[in-house]
């Protein structure tokens, strides 16, 4: 192998590592409202319904509204347990208390 090459292999090297670095980053959201409408916030949105039945976590009466977000520690990655499925009432007096 020449030096040329040698230099080549190298960029390429570096280029590829760029990529691997880079690739979490593409993990971010613009702004909150991407987030909303990513696959990755369904998911966990349906993981929330199927641990609640799709019945408030709170009231235990109505049906889930809404997923609340007991903390925003994790934002765009949460665990599940950050996250509680409410009926619309409890949802709002939710954000009432704070
Ligand atoms: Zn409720
Ligand atoms: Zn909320």
Redesign the pocket.
């Known amino acids: 192998m020449n030096q040329d090459k040698i230099i080549k292999l190298k960029d390429l090297v570096i280029q590829i590592f760029d990529l691997f670095i880079e690739s979490p980053k593409k993990k971010t959201w613009k702004s909150m409202e991407d987030y909303w409408k990513s696959k990755e916030w369904k998911s966990l949105r349906n993981r929330v319904k199927k641990r609640s039945g799709n019945i408030c976590e709170y009231c235990k009466t109505y049906s889930m509204y809404?997923v609340?977000?007991k903390t925003y520690e994790r934002l765009y990655n949460e665990e599940i347990s950050d996250l509680v499925g409410?009926c619309r009432d409890c949802?709002e007096k939710?954000?009432e208390n704070t």
């Open positions: 809404a609340h977000h409410l949802h939710m954000h």
